[in-house]
């Protein structure tokens, strides 16, 4: 398990979230935190589709002609903050203006552009398409944190890019080597 990088920020890790989450949007959720200071945290919720809405109807509604492979790429439920906004976290090895590079092998980009090169097999290599995103003021996440809501990892690319939505908490969990069934929501006092 990781904690706190040593600028006191999780940019760039995993949050997962604990078995007691009361918040049914979060339930189960793997978050990649894309950016987190001061000011709060933003990150994309990487382990629930959106089944209602498809890649293809996105890129008719951007007027973008869809592709045979682009009724492959699902849509993820990136959080509930701007639920019409677009976000594709991404391998590094795709840049242009506009691209927010988060980690060593991780960026973001918000762009029609990238959807186009998506849907034409000129995309990164890995991607992961998330309409809105998860938010939190400034120490909002902190407290979270210290209220038992939040576990934190490093990032990984089978939890962030794999397709087995059902298996990514499971697997975030076991990846800090913790047994979900062994965990309580409640603080230890001495």
């Not at 793997?30 to 990150?43: F, L, Q, S, T, W």
Request: glycine share 10%; with cysteine.
């Amino acid at each position: 398990m990781t904690s706190f990088q040593s600028n006191g920020y999780l940019t760039g890790k995993l949050l997962i979230a604990m078995p007691q989450m009361t918040d049914s949007r979060f339930v189960k959720s793997v978050i990649y935190i894309c950016a987190h200071n001061e000011d709060g945290a933003m990150g994309l919720v990487v382990n629930q589709l959106i089944e209602s809405f498809s890649f293809v109807e996105l890129l008719e509604q951007l007027e973008i002609t869809p592709t045979a492979s682009s009724s492959q790429i699902k849509v993820h439920f990136g959080g509930p903050v701007e639920s019409g906004r677009g976000f594709v976290l991404h391998s590094n090895d795709y840049q242009q203006d506009g691209t927010m590079i988060v980690a060593e092998t991780i960026s973001m980009t918000a762009t029609i552009d990238i959807l186009n090169d998506i849907a034409n097999n000129k995309g990164p290599e890995k991607s992961l398409l998330a309409l809105g995103y998860a938010g939190w003021g400034p120490g909002q996440l902190n407290d979270e944190l210290h209220q038992n809501g939040w576990l934190v990892a490093d990032q990984d690319d089978e939890i962030l890019f794999g397709s087995n939505m059902m298996d990514k908490w499971n697997l975030a969990m076991s990846k800090i080597g913790i047994d979900p069934a062994l965990l309580s929501g409640e603080a230890g006092h001495a």
